[in-house]
């Protein structure tokens, strides 16, 4: 692990301690960039994974991601965080895939996101596949595989899609 990696680590400590968003996004921003360590990423990448909702769950501006980790990292960052101006969460999801699909890197990035995720969000209270989840993912599955298919995290990822829809 390199010093850039700790880094980042140290960095998300304190604002993703305390976000509004329900889910615990401290814990899901270790366990994408954890995931992203198991499958040999370049740091660049892990890095991002470890620093992919900052933007959209802190009040941490860009600029100083940039001056702390880099223009790569940063677009890497944005291209993997929801425009907040578009309301419905399905247009939402096909905007930043959409911005994604043309990135492998992003697209590596996101493909974690969605397999931490997958284990909180898969499934409504009553234990039944949640399907507006499902599509999201089989939709990213679709547009992604052009560029990632032959990725390790790729195949991960329709992995576990497969066991959610069985």
């Known amino acids: 692990m390199t010093n850039k990696i700790d880094k980042a680590k140290a960095f998300i400590q304190g604002p993703l301690s305390n976000t509004t968003n329900p889910k615990p996004v401290l814990k899901h921003s270790l366990n994408v960039g954890q995931i992203l360590e198991k499958y040999k990423y370049s740091d660049e990448i892990i890095i991002a994974g470890y620093l992919h909702d900052i933007i959209e769950d802190t009040n941490i501006q860009p600029e100083l991601i940039q001056k702390k980790f880099g223009k790569k990292i940063l677009k890497l960052i944005e291209l993997n965080t929801f425009d907040i101006s578009i309301e419905n969460k399905i247009d939402s999801y096909e905007e930043l895939f959409s911005r994604c699909k043309d990135n492998k890197l992003a697209l590596i990035v996101k493909s974690a ?25 089989r939709y990213f599955l679709e547009i992604s595989k052009a560029k990632i298919k032959n990725e390790l995290i790729y195949k991960v990822l329709t992995n576990r899609y497969n066991e959610v829809i069985k």
């Open 113 to 137: 996101d969605l397999l931490d995720n997958s284990y909180y969000c898969c499934f409504n209270k009553d234990n039944k596949p949640n399907e507006w989840w499902i599509e999201k993912l």
